[in-house]
Each structure stands twice: as C-alpha cells, then as structure tokens.
C-alpha cells in the first residue's frame, strides 16, 4: 500500500491513488521546465541520460512562462495531445 501525503489543507481528504504504470516506455516524453533558475539544466541531464537507455523514444521540451502561475491551458493541451509521457521539473 502506498500513502500519498496532501500538503494542502483540506479538511475532508481527497482519496487519490496512483496512476496504473506501463510496462515500457515508448513514443514521446515532454519535458516541462517550470521556469525556475537551473531547472533547463536538470532537464538537460535527464534527456541526456534518458535519450541513451532509450534511443527509440522522441523527446520534446515545454517551458512555463513564470514558474508562479499553472501552466497555461493552451500549454497543456499541447502537451497531452504531444506526448505519451510527461516529466515536470525544477531546480533551485
């Protein structure tokens, strides 16, 4: 059994479970820099690192415009109907 933790406050907590996983990775991984200072250089390993363990996968790179603020709709709707993956990171 796994515990997600909610950092928010919620009075009633909200039951969430885990997404169910796929068995490989294949097709398209987006990357999405947040637009936090250093956070292109944390995607830039990854990509690296990933590009080489799994060379038949296409990679594609996003960026918020202000890391204070959600994505914006249109964004997010690029991303979903672009890729089968998605890793969102940041770094201080």
């Known amino acids: 059994m796994t515990i997600l933790l909610d950092p928010t406050n919620e009075r009633i907590p909200v039951a969430r479970s ?3 996983r796929p068995a490989a990775i ?4 987006g990357f999405l820099d947040i637009s936090k200072p250093r956070g292109n250089v944390l ?3 990854l990509e690296t690192l990933l590009a ?3 060379p038949q996968v296409t990679f594609n790179r996003y960026a918020k415009p202000t890391f204070t603020k ?3 709709d ?3 709707r690029q991303i979903n109907a672009e890729n089968d993956f998605v890793i969102e990171a940041l770094a201080d």
């Open 18 to 20: 885990i997404a169910p």
């Open 26 to 29: 294949t097709g398209s991984v």
């Open 43 to 45: 995607i830039n390993r």
């Open 52 to 54: 080489q363990r799994l």
């Open 70 to 72: 959600p994505a914006p």
């Open 74 to 76: 249109a964004l997010r």
